[in-house]
Every structure is written in structure tokens, then in C-alpha cells.
């Protein structure tokens, strides 16, 4: 029988029948809408403010050294006065970049910007007696101002007491100054140091936009997402950032991790940066790792923590550019390891584009905020057999973790193939303690005590 | 932004939310298959255009918020494991009916839900919200030929899922 396209259509659209029959939206939709765009606010905040108090352990120190050699009694250059920093921030001293570089009217327009956010900054979000930076508009000076592939942008440079800042503005290609808008919470920044910002034309783009500013003559390169070949091999490549006098923009296809490896060289030398990243390039659900459930197919989700499984999997993909559709991150095992301590652990695995497999461990100690978790990554093994169908056997925090598609029980053998230690397998999991440093291989057996499987045991700490 | 903007933005947001929520929530439902993911696909559709609402045409916010709603909706397939977009729960309709009608429309969307989402999405908005190719291609951010190639390409698929014979490739490309 074949269906018309009039009559599929027809079904279709009687869908909507089906949506009409559901109760109203929540009435207080507006409200939880609110309080949740404020709750995820604070936590871009939070995160800025990490990055904030990283620059300002850069900035003390130079500011600390040039007090004490100020004066020509110390036989030094005299430094700028007052009207000019007490530092010599060389991105400052240069003249505006950019393809509006030249429209003075225009660089007057954005250096004339408020920096003080639209919406009020948490002031229980920043650092003990942080505040963000607010140069008087007479110190500041543009940077770098042109149109790049995800719209307008400027960097805009200014004195905050004795320490260099920076804010970036975005706004649409062909954007006014008074259109362009604040787009990252201003920060301070530091002597030498690059200045870099990701952006997009939307939180829906699949291309971001990478903007460096530098000084003319430095280079930079990126990390390109590891790639993981069937044989397990792992090629981590850097492409270049074209750079010219000093500015660098790159456009950057999805997949990209989401901490962007960037490499800026100045003679022969690695220099630090400082990098930012737009609202519109960074949608909220990517601020945060998204709750991505592992697939559970032994039914061991309740033997683990949950937040432990979420922070390793966002971090595992954004490592690697995969989506969880792609890799179908997966719980292989999972439960307590050591017999006094307490420990448990958790044994995942996810498939490569290549068909590799890759796997991690996570071991904790529940209940105890003051002791720390780890994550350690297995090497990548070659394509083969199903993830499911593979014995994969791990030592680590003085246990043993199993995953194996049959059998009941999994031996911890030493070299000579004595058994140092037995785990009951149940679903093809297992875990238990495993103190013994000279454990190297698995072997799994059957009800009928038959040996059914054998594998090395990948252990940590070695 | 100053106090008295602020709060006429507060309350166009407000208004907003109270007209047109259940008609997002609609789509959400047609998009998601499911109730609970439908209600957090549209809280995190509401609370993405909260962020932008200055910047929003207020004039009529709709189908801004609704294009929000369903590349979000495509991003949300991207993040979800396989296994669980195949067992998503059936739709839980507050007066369960048994009759033919309902027991055909749930096939249907049982054989959307198995649609790549932006192949998804073009049918629903097409069919169910009744929006022209042009206003299809507005709300997706892609060409009219695209559009048409993907209905084509997903009704062919929906054939195939509802039993006829013909086999269907499914790609995107919006």
C-alpha cells in the first residue's frame, strides 16, 4: 500500500490535535524563567571571576616591582607619569588595527562605551574586594575595530589605577558605535600578554569566530580536536591562525573543544593570553555541562553518583568535539573498590567516530566533600569488537573495575598466574579491592567455572 | 538600560509568556514527543530570548522565540544519548482515548520522533503549525530549497516508517 504525500500530510497536520489536547503551560513560567536566567548569570560570573583572579596574580607582581624601581635614583628609564600606565602595556601603546581602524570618528563613538554591564553584576559572584574594572574613558584606547565573519567587534584598552583592563564590544557587520554592546564582563589584563575572543553570530552557529590581537610580528596556533584513528593512535594536531600585523582571526568549524588550546609565539617564545568568549558563542547550556545521561544498559546507574557522571562525560566529549550521539557514552561498571576505605568507582567507555574505543575511570569517595575525586583516562584501543562485547578490566584506588560481556566471575591473575583476587561479575559488571601492585591480567569464567575471556588489566599508578 | 525601560521589558516578557506559552509549548510537544522534555525545551527557550529580549522586535516576539524553540530543540538531539530519544515515554494525554484516531496520530509521532530533528522540525512547522515554505525556511535559518528538499526527503521517510515500501535516505541539511 503506498501512502500519498496528500494523506501523509493530512496526518500531520491532524498532529496538531494531539498537541491541542495538552494542559496549559505552567502559570509561572515567567518567573522560574527569570530565576533560573538569573541562577545560570551567576555562574557565568563565577567562571569570569576565576579567569579574573588568574590575571590578577599576573598583574600584582609587575605592579609590585616597577613601585620599587620607580625614581632616577635607581638609575632606571623613568616610567610614564600618571596620564600614562605605571607598566608598559605594549598593546596599549599601539595604534588602533582593524578595518575601522582608520574611521576616527567611529573609534571615538565605541571609546566612549560604558563598561559597567547592563545587567548588575553580582557583587557575591566576584572575588573578595574585586571589582570589575571602569577606566575613566580619557585612559582607554581602541585596540583593534573591524568587521569579522561573526559581526563587528572592538577591543577597547584602558588604565584602571595602575593596571591595564580590556573589554570587548560586538555588535551586527556595519554596526554604529552606540549598537555595539558590551560583550564580555571587562577584566584586567597584563604586560605582554595577548588578547583573544571567540564569538558567533548566534548561539545556534555551528562557525565561531576567533579573533587574536597580538603584536605584529608574534604567531599562534591552535589545537585542533584530537582525532582517533581505528587503531587507537591519537593524532593532536595545530593548524596556524593567519596573523597579520599582529591580528589573528580564524574561523573555526564545529567540532571544537570547549577550552580552545591556543599557542601565541613572540620570538621564539610562548606567551600567555587572555581569552573571552561572547554570550552569542556560548549558548547556556554549553556554559555548564550539559546533563547528559551515560546509557545504561547493565542497570547500574543507582551504584553511582550522579553529578560524577555528568562533569566526565561533558568533559570527555568537549575533549574529543563529540556529540553523545556520536560516542554513546556508556556505564560498563560501577562499585565499591577498596575493602576499608570506602572508595567506589565508575567505569565508562564511548565509541570514536573511527570505531576506537575510549574509556575512563572515576573514583570517589561518597559522603566525604573534603576528599577529592579523580578521572583517568584509558588509551584509546583499536576498533573491533563492540564496546559491550569487550573485556575491559581496570586497577585503580586499590580495586579492581570489570566490564565483560559474560561470565560470573572476573580472577586478578599476577605473572605467574597466580589468582590474586576474585570478583563477582553481575550483568557483565564487577568491582571490588585490588591492592595487589603485581596484578596484570583478567580472566573472566562462567557458572561452570570454564574460562571464558582474558584480558590485561590497565592499571594506574604504575 | 534604564528603570522605567527595564520594567516595560519586564512586563512585555511577562505578557508574552502568559499569551503565547502554550503555543510554544505546542510546538515544543511536536517537536520532543514528550511532555517533560517539552516543558524544558521551552523553559530554556524562554530563558535564551529573556537574555535578548531587549534586543528583541517587540512588536511581535513570537516568531523570533519560536525559531529560538526549534534550533534548540535540534541542538537537544545532538546532546542526548540514542537510546534514550527511542524510548522516550509515551505522551501523557490527561483523557486517554482508545479510539482509531488517537491510535493513528500516536504512530504518526511515534514515526516523527524517529526523524532527524531539523527533517523534524520542517514537517511540523510545514504541517502541524501550517507555516509556508518561506516562514519554515525564516524559522529554521536555511533556504526554501532546503525546505522542500527535506519535506520531500522526510515524507518519504514517514512512508517508509508507516509501512509503505519505498526506502528513504535521511540526511540534513538545514
Given at each position: 500500500?503506498?501512502?500519498?504525500d496528500?494523506?501523509l500530510?493530512?496526518?500531520l497536520?491532524?498532529l496538531?490535535a494531539?498537541?491541542?489536547?495538552?494542559?496549559?503551560?505552567?502559570a509561572?513560567l515567567?518567573?522560574?524563567t527569570?530565576?533560573?536566567?538569573?541562577?545560570?548569570r551567576?555562574r557565568?560570573?563565577?567562571?569570569?571571576?576565576?579567569?579574573?583572579v588568574?590575571a590578577?596574580?599576573?598583574?600584582?607582581?609587575?605592579?609590585a616591582?616597577?613601585?620599587l624601581?620607580?625614581g632616577?635614583?635607581?638609575?632606571?628609564?623613568?616610567r610614564p607619569?600618571r596620564?600614562?600606565?605605571?607598566v608598559?602595556?605594549?598593546?596599549?601603546?599601539?595604534a588602533p588595527r582593524?578595518?575601522?581602524?582608520?574611521d576616527q570618528?567611529?573609534?571615538?563613538?565605541?571609546?566612549?562605551?560604558?563598561w559597567?554591564p547592563?545587567e548588575?553584576?553580582?557583587?557575591?559572584?566576584l572575588?573578595?574586594g574585586v571589582l570589575l574594572?571602569?577606566?575613566a574613558a580619557?585612559?582607554r584606547?581602541?585596540a583593534f575595530a573591524g568587521?569579522?565573519?561573526?559581526g563587528?567587534?572592538?577591543?577597547v584598552?584602558g588604565m584602571d589605577?595602575?593596571?591595564l583592563?580590556h573589554?570587548w564590544?560586538v555588535?551586527?557587520?556595519?554596526?554604529?558605535?552606540?549598537e555595539?554592546v558590551?560583550a564580555?564582563?571587562p577584566?584586567l589584563?597584563?604586560?605582554?600578554?595577548?588578547?583573544?575572543?571567540?564569538d558567533a553570530?548566534?548561539p545556534e552557529?555551528?562557525?565561531l569566530?576567533?579573533?587574536?590581537?597580538?603584536?605584529p610580528?608574534?604567531t599562534?596556533?591552535?589545537?585542533v580536536?584530537?582525532v582517533?584513528?581505528?587503531s587507537?593512535e591519537?593524532?593532536?594536531?595545530?593548524?596556524?591562525?593567519?596573523?597579520?600585523?599582529?591580528?589573528?582571526?580564524?574561523e573555526?568549524?564545529?567540532?571544537w573543544?570547549?577550552?580552545l588550546?591556543?599557542?601565541?609565539?613572540?620570538?621564539?617564545?610562548?606567551?600567555g593570553?587572555i581569552?573571552d568568549r561572547t554570550?552569542r558563542a556560548?549558548?547556556p547550556d554549553?556554559?555548564l555541562?550539559?546533563?547528559?545521561?551515560?546509557?545504561?544498559?547493565r542497570?547500574l546507574?543507582?551504584?553511582?553518583?550522579?553529578?560524577?557522571?555528568?562533569m566526565t562525560?561533558g568533559?570527555?566529549l568537549?575533549r574529543y568535539?563529540?556529540?553523545?550521539?556520536q560516542?554513546?557514552?556508556?556505564?560498563?561498571?560501577?562499585?565499591?573498590l577498596?575493602?576499608?576505605?570506602?572508595t567506589y568507582?565508575?567505569?565508562?567507555g564511548?565509541?570514536?567516530?573511527?570505531?576506537a574505543?575510549g574509556g575512563w575511570?572515576v573514583?570517589y569517595?561518597p559522603g566525604?566533600v573534603d576528599?577529592?575525586?579523580?578521572q583517568?583516562?584509558?588509551r584509546?584501543?583499536?576498533?573491533?569488537?563492540?564496546?559491550?562485547?569487550?573485556?575491559?578490566?581496570?586497577q585503580?584506588?586499590?580495586?579492581?573495575?570489570?566490564?565483560a560481556?559474560?561470565?560470573?566471575t572476573a580472577?586478578?591473575?599476577?605473572?605467574?598466574?597466580?589468582?590474586l583476587?576474585?570478583v563477582?561479575?553481575?550483568?557483565?559488571a564487577?568491582?571490588?579491592?585490588?591492592?595487589?601492585?603485581g596484578?596484570?591480567?583478567?580472566?573472566i569464567?562462567?557458572?561452570?567455572g570454564?574460562v571464558?575471556?582474558?584480558?590485561?588489566?590497565e592499571r594506574f599508578?604504575? | 538600560?534604564?528603570g522605567r525601560?527595564?520594567a516595560?521589558?519586564?512586563a512585555a516578557?511577562e505578557?508574552?509568556?502568559?499569551?503565547r506559552?502554550?503555543d510554544?509549548l505546542?510546538?515544543?510537544v511536536?517537536?520532543?514527543r514528550?511532555?517533560?522534555?517539552?516543558e524544558?525545551l521551552l523553559?530554556t527557550?524562554?530563558?535564551k530570548?529573556?537574555?535578548k529580549?531587549?534586543?528583541i522586535?517587540s512588536?511581535?516576539?513570537?516568531p523570533?522565540?519560536?525559531?529560538?524553540l526549534?534550533?534548540?530543540?535540534?541542538?537537544w538531539?545532538?546532546?542526548?544519548?540514542?537510546?534514550?530519544?527511542?524510548?522516550?515515554?509515551a505522551h501523557?494525554?490527561?483523557a486517554?482515548?482508545?479510539?482509531?484516531?488517537v491510535a493513528?496520530?500516536?504512530r504518526v509521532a511515534?514515526?516523527?520522533?524517529?526523524?532527524?530533528?531539523r527533517?523534524?522540525a520542517?514537517l511540523?512547522?510545514r504541517?502541524s503549525?501550517?507555516?509556508?515554505e518561506?516562514?519554515?525556511?525564516e524559522?529554521l535559518?536555511?533556504?526554501?530549497?532546503?525546505v522542500?528538499t527535506?519535506?520531500t526527503r522526510?515524507?518519504a521517510?514517514?512512508?517508509v516508517?508507516l509501512?509503505a515500501?519505498?526506502?528513504?535516505?535521511?540526511?540534513?541539511?538545514?
Amino acid at each position: 500500500v503506498t501512502i500519498s504525500d496528500l494523506e501523509l500530510e493530512t496526518r500531520l497536520r491532524d498532529l496538531r490535535a494531539r498537541a491541542d489536547d495538552i494542559p496549559p503551560a505552567p502559570a509561572d513560567l515567567a518567573r522560574t524563567t527569570r530565576e533560573r536566567y538569573r541562577a545560570e548569570r551567576r555562574r557565568r560570573i563565577a567562571l569570569s571571576a576565576a579567569g579574573l583572579v588568574a590575571a590578577l596574580v599576573f598583574v600584582g607582581l609587575p605592579v609590585a616591582v616597577s613601585g620599587l624601581a620607580d625614581g632616577p635614583a635607581r638609575g632606571e628609564t623613568a616610567r610614564p607619569s600618571r596620564s600614562a600606565p605605571a607598566v608598559s602595556p605594549e598593546l596599549y601603546d599601539l595604534a588602533p588595527r582593524g578595518s575601522l581602524a582608520d574611521d576616527q570618528e567611529w573609534l571615538d563613538g565605541v571609546r566612549a562605551l560604558s563598561w559597567v554591564p547592563a545587567e548588575p553584576v553580582d557583587p557575591n559572584a566576584l572575588p573578595p574586594g574585586v571589582l570589575l574594572p571602569d577606566p575613566a574613558a580619557a585612559s582607554r584606547r581602541v585596540a583593534f575595530a573591524g568587521d569579522v565573519p561573526s559581526g563587528r567587534i572592538a577591543l577597547v584598552l584602558g588604565m584602571d589605577g595602575n593596571s591595564l583592563a580590556h573589554a570587548w564590544f560586538v555588535g551586527d557587520r556595519g554596526a554604529d558605535p552606540d549598537e555595539m554592546v558590551l560583550a564580555t564582563l571587562p577584566s584586567l589584563s597584563s604586560t605582554g600578554q595577548a588578547l583573544t575572543l571567540i564569538d558567533a553570530p548566534s548561539p545556534e552557529s555551528d562557525v565561531l569566530t576567533l579573533v587574536v590581537v597580538a603584536l605584529p610580528g608574534d604567531t599562534a596556533t591552535r589545537a585542533v580536536v584530537p582525532v582517533v584513528f581505528a587503531s587507537g593512535e591519537v593524532s593532536e594536531e595545530r593548524v596556524p591562525i593567519p596573523m597579520d600585523d599582529g591580528i589573528g582571526v580564524a574561523e573555526i568549524e564545529a567540532p571544537w573543544p570547549w577550552i580552545l588550546d591556543l599557542w601565541i609565539d613572540r620570538a621564539g617564545a610562548f606567551i600567555g593570553s587572555i581569552g573571552d568568549r561572547t554570550d552569542r558563542a556560548a549558548p547556556p547550556d554549553m556554559h555548564l555541562w550539559p546533563e547528559i545521561p551515560p546509557a545504561d544498559p547493565r542497570g547500574l546507574v543507582d551504584r553511582t553518583q550522579r553529578d560524577m557522571a555528568e562533569m566526565t562525560i561533558g568533559t570527555q566529549l568537549s575533549r574529543y568535539g563529540l556529540t553523545a550521539e556520536q560516542a554513546r557514552p556508556t556505564l560498563l561498571a560501577a562499585g565499591p573498590l577498596g575493602t576499608y576505605v570506602g572508595t567506589y568507582g565508575e567505569l565508562y567507555g564511548f565509541t570514536f567516530p573511527s570505531g576506537a574505543i575510549g574509556g575512563w575511570v572515576v573514583s570517589y569517595t561518597p559522603g566525604r566533600v573534603d576528599a577529592s575525586s579523580q578521572q583517568l583516562d584509558l588509551r584509546p584501543m583499536p576498533a573491533g569488537a563492540p564496546l559491550l562485547d569487550r573485556v575491559i578490566a581496570v586497577q585503580v584506588s586499590a580495586g579492581l573495575l570489570v566490564s565483560a560481556p559474560g561470565g560470573v566471575t572476573a580472577e586478578a591473575l599476577d605473572r605467574s598466574g597466580a589468582v590474586l583476587t576474585s570478583v563477582p561479575l553481575e550483568r557483565g559488571a564487577g568491582s571490588g579491592p585490588l591492592n595487589d601492585p603485581g596484578a596484570v591480567t583478567v580472566r573472566i569464567r562462567d557458572a561452570a567455572g570454564t574460562v571464558v575471556a582474558e584480558a590485561p588489566i590497565e592499571r594506574f599508578g604504575r | 538600560v534604564g528603570g522605567r525601560d527595564r520594567a516595560a521589558a519586564e512586563a512585555a516578557f511577562e505578557a508574552f509568556v502568559a499569551a503565547r506559552s502554550t503555543d510554544l509549548l505546542r510546538t515544543a510537544v511536536l517537536l520532543t514527543r514528550d511532555r517533560g522534555h517539552a516543558e524544558d525545551l521551552l523553559q530554556t527557550t524562554l530563558v535564551k530570548a529573556y537574555r535578548k529580549w531587549h534586543r528583541i522586535d517587540s512588536a511581535d516576539p513570537y516568531p523570533y522565540v519560536r525559531r529560538i524553540l526549534v534550533t534548540t530543540a535540534a541542538g537537544w538531539r545532538r546532546l542526548r544519548a540514542t537510546q534514550e530519544i527511542v524510548s522516550l515515554p509515551a505522551h501523557d494525554l490527561s483523557a486517554p482515548d482508545s479510539t482509531d484516531a488517537v491510535a493513528e496520530r500516536e504512530r504518526v509521532a511515534d514515526a516523527l520522533a524517529t526523524l532527524p530533528p531539523r527533517m523534524r522540525a520542517v514537517l511540523v512547522l510545514r504541517y502541524s503549525e501550517d507555516l509556508s515554505e518561506a516562514a519554515t525556511a525564516e524559522a529554521l535559518g536555511c533556504s526554501i530549497a532546503t525546505v522542500k528538499t527535506q519535506t520531500t526527503r522526510g515524507l518519504a521517510r514517514l512512508r517508509v516508517l508507516l509501512g509503505a515500501s519505498s526506502p528513504a535516505v535521511v540526511l540534513e541539511e538545514c
